[in-house]
């Protein structure tokens, strides 16, 4: 049989590492023919050999090579990126991709794409959580069961800084500083602490979860971890709870698909995703067969990406179907961006003044707000509500920001297990 020809874009610390498990495993079936690279005299971190493999750098050439039969994308953004997987498919090429920014923007546009080009798929499941099989597992083990929720950690870099806040020994400052001098944060972390990465993921999470397009990143509600401090860490360990940024799709009572990024204060006691540290990912599924399950592992890295790829590729040669490749959509569910849930809100005090319940109390009746209990602590209060929609909490906030008595704006985010 003739190999599978790869053509690969991108050469740098992913592409490195699919190119050695390819070229480590030896198969007669898979070759990776060419890379395009941005820099052809650019040091490599990983060995090419010459006799197997031509380096180019014009894409445009390599987009209308007929010696090459699988795309892999590897090079990141939504530029370049996106014209090579449009031009892979409409030449009825199989793609393999981790570009899970590209995916999110421009889900809709790319199978519009398949649907109209015979023996194009598009095959992604290092887009979400680097090395969990999380994509496949879904499409696979879930086909006779029905998801009723699906919530995770899924950026490592978040959780790292997390992990270092939830001990007290630093503030968000110093863990993000200590965090990019690592090399886990990027220079503009924007992407990862505002919660953007993960929105791109559980957006297609929700998609292959429930059978639904894949949600428009914009209409995601979406908060990052830039205002936690010390002290909401201190009123989680009160409730034996720690803090963790979740991506979570959850079908709503009313049947619809609430899909949403916050950080939550989560039960140490009754969810699984409260013991992920570090820069460990893990995705917890809820269904009516298995009840809850969680998926964990690293989320991100030159070995854990490469390998979910190299998975993706052997599929493709062995010409086993994918779930992957195409989506059908079978279920109409609305989705709903004002979600309900408990949440946590930390009100921080002018100084010397104590708590006011009783103002307090009157504006969340206004805003529809139930609370529960009310905690105070060292210039801040904080209280836990009953289901509540995110939009009356919201207004909520925004009201107590303007009080008298509150310092600055409140922090607020759900509850989970708690």
Not at 153 to 170: F, Q, V
Request: charged share 20%; with cysteine; aromatic share 6%.
């Amino acid at each position: 049989m003739k190999p599978l020809r790869i053509g690969m874009y991108g050469g740098g610390t992913v592409g490195g590492g699919v190119y050695e498990l390819i070229m480590k495993n030896k198969a007669s079936s898979i070759v990776i023919s060419k890379i395009c690279v941005r820099d052809l005299n650019k040091p490599r971190t990983f060995q090419i050999d010459e006799s197997v493999t031509t380096l180019m750098a014009d894409a445009e050439e390599m987009m209308k090579s007929d010696d090459i039969d699988c795309v892999v994308e590897v090079m990141g953004g939504t530029g370049l990126a996106k014209k090579v997987v449009e031009s892979a498919l409409k030449q009825g090429k199989p793609v393999v991709t981790a570009n899970k920014a590209l995916l999110a923007e421009h889900w809709g546009e790319l199978q519009d794409i398949i649907k109209n080009n015979k023996n194009a798929s598009l095959h992604w499941e290092a887009a979400v959580c680097g090395g969990i099989p999380i994509i496949q597992t879904l499409q696979s083990c879930y086909t006779g069961d029905d998801i009723s929720s699906v919530t995770g950690i899924c950026n490592g870099t978040t959780n790292y800084m997390l992990t270092k806040m939830s001990t007290g020994a630093a503030e968000y400052d110093d863990v993000l500083k200590e965090a990019q001098e690592l090399g886990y944060a990027e220079a503009d972390p924007t992407a990862d602490v505002e919660g953007h990465d993960v929105r791109a993921k559980i957006a297609l999470l929700a998609g292959v979860a429930f059978g639904v397009p894949v949600p428009s990143v914009d209409t995601i509600p979406c908060v990052g971890i830039s205002k936690i401090t010390s002290a909401d860490f201190a009123y989680a360990a009160q409730m034996n709870s720690t803090i963790k940024l979740l991506g979570t799709a959850k079908k709503t009572q009313d049947n619809k698909l609430a899909v949403y990024v916050s950080p939550a204060l989560v039960s140490m006691q009754l969810h699984s995703v409260a013991h992920c540290s570090g820069v460990g990912n893990v995705v917890s599924v809820t269904s009516s067969n298995l009840g809850t399950c969680s998926y964990s592992g690293p989320g991100a890295g030159r070995y854990p990406t490469a390998n979910s790829i190299v998975a993706d590729i052997y599929r493709v040669a062995s010409g086993a179907s994918s779930s992957a490749a195409s989506t059908s959509y079978a279920k109409d569910l609305e989705l709903d961006c004002n979600y309900v849930a408990k949440f946590y809100v930390r009100v921080p005090l002018v100084e010397g003044m104590n708590v006011p319940i009783t103002e307090t109390g009157a504006l969340a009746e206004k805003h529809g707000v139930s609370i529960n209990s009310i905690m105070s602590g060292d210039g801040n209060f904080c209280l836990t509500t009953n289901d509540s929609k995110l939009g009356n909490i919201q207004a909520f906030s925004e009201e107590l920001a303007t009080a008298t008595f509150c310092n600055e704006v409140p922090c607020f985010m759900p509850l989970l297990g708690i």
